[in-house]
T-cell receptor, first 112, second 111 residues
Framework: DSGVTQTPKHLITATGQRVTLRCSPR?????VYWYQQSLDQGLQFLIQYYNGEERAKGNILERFSAQQFPDLHSELNLSSLELGDSALYFC???????????FGQGTRLTVV | SQQGEEDPQALSIQEGENATMNCSYKTSINNLQWYRQNSGRGLVHLILIRSNEREKHSGRLRVTLDTSKKSSSLLITASRAADTASYFCATDNNQGGKLIFGQGTELSVKP
């Protein structure tokens, strides 16, 4: 158990809908990362927050947004969902910005 | 886009043999990390090597880093069936701390 909690574990939703994925980092970790993993694209970095502020951005679609709250938990919002958004979404946390990352078990999103 | 590229894409060995996986990357880095992923589960951090380090050990794992060639290798000695997993290298190129992962090497260790 990495200490990173992601909810929900599974999510099935229809195209065009909006979902929110939630992540609680390990106690004491200030960094939160979001990744998307699919068979054809591999592990894609989406976005990173550090102590509530956006730190780095990857190939995150405009339909996706995220934030980190004062209690350091983070949410990833995916809107206007398309079939191609079906993937595993991972959250990871770390102590700082150049340290190892600890991954949650992921949310498996299926868009039908 | 991927920063690291692992080689080989897949590796099948017998229990007790050593497994070597390689990772090449493109830009200068702050550190390079190796992770393991069992099918469909979260990634587990194995080892972090900083750009000023050349070799690091952790149990049966040995990681080397050659910054002049922009490459790293992960050696797993005396492999076990439980080592069967995908192994990823990830680079921190000091652009805010984001970790960029390669496509991974799928390791299969047969009992």
């Amino acid at each position: 158990d990495s200490g990173v909690t992601q909810t929900p574990k599974h999510l099935i939703t229809a195209t065009g809908q909006r979902v929110t994925l939630r992540c609680s980092p390990r106690s004491g970790d200030l960094s939160v990362y979001w990744y998307q993993q699919s068979l054809d694209q591999g592990l894609q970095f989406l976005i990173q927050y550090y102590n509530g502020e956006e730190r780095a951005k990857g190939n995150i679609l405009e339909r996706f947004s995220a934030q980190q709250f004062p209690d350091l938990h983070s949410e990833l919002n995916l809107s206007s969902l398309e079939l191609g958004d079906s993937a595993l979404y991972f959250c990871a946390s770390g102590r700082g910005v150049n340290t190892e990352a600890f991954f949650g078990q992921g949310t498996r999103l299926t868009v039908v | 886009s991927q920063q690291g590229e692992e080689d080989p894409q897949a590796l099948s060995i017998q229990e007790g043999e050593n497994a070597t996986m390689n990772c090449s990357y493109k830009t200068s880095i702050n550190n390079l990390q190796w992770y393991r992923q069992n099918s469909g589960r979260g990634l587990v951090h194995l080892i972090l090597i900083r750009s000023n380090e050349r070799e690091k050990h952790s149990g049966r794992l040995r990681v080397t880093l050659d910054t002049s060639k922009k490459s790293s290798s992960l050696l797993i000695t005396a492999s076990r069936a439980a080592d069967t997993a995908s192994y990823f290298c990830a680079t921190d190129n000091n652009q805010g701390g984001k970790l960029i992962f390669g496509q991974g090497t799928e390791l299969s260790v047969k009992p």
